[in-house]
């Protein structure tokens, strides 16, 4: 049983992307945003990412399987930035768990947005990211 879920999630039909993502990602990165994935996920991430069509928006992939940290320790964090060849007060992190993105970001440093509180859609992350947190007054 656990062998066929392990498979399932493999396949790019497991996943889907949230409305709004790769425009986001394009715009952020054809503004010369360095972007990133910091993952608490395992080596299946990779080909999960390239198969949808999104992996080359990406400066660097950080799977805590590869780099034996996972999130809340700011060791990934701090081995993302060395990646990005970025400064934590030039970086901001966006996840969904208050202890393992928030928290883990900022103990290393970096500004943290919770997704569902702080930011509600990609649109929103990539206005923040540009044009900084009066973003928000066009909402």
């Known amino acids: ?14 996943w889907r992307l949230a409305p ?19 993952s608490n996920f395992d080596t299946r991430l ?11 928006l990406f400066d660097t992939v950080v799977v805590s399987a590869e780099v034996g940290w996972e999130k809340p320790n ?4 701090q081995h993302a930035l060395q990646c990005l060849q970025l400064s934590s007060s030039d970086v901001v992190h966006v996840g969904d768990d208050r202890r393992n993105d928030v928290w883990g ?3 290393a440093g970096v500004t943290a ?10 649109d929103q992350v ?14």
Not at 50 to 55: A, D, K, T
Not at 113 to 122: E, P, R, T
Not at 132 to 139: C, E, I, N, Q, R
């Open 126 to 139: 990539a206005r923040r990211v540009l044009l900084g947190l009066a973003a928000d007054d066009d909402d």
């Open 20 to 38: 709004g993502a790769i425009p986001a990602l394009e715009k952020l990165k054809a503004a010369g945003t360095r972007l990133a994935v910091v």
């Open 1 to 14: 049983m656990f062998e066929e879920v392990y498979k399932h999630y493999v396949q790019p039909q497991a």
């Open 105 to 107: 970001a900022r103990d």
């Open 113 to 122: 947005w919770l997704w569902g509180v702080d930011v509600h859609s990609f």
């Open 46 to 56: 990779r080909p999960i990412l390239s198969e949808l069509g999104v992996s080359q």
């Open 74 to 77: 700011p060791n990934i964090f």
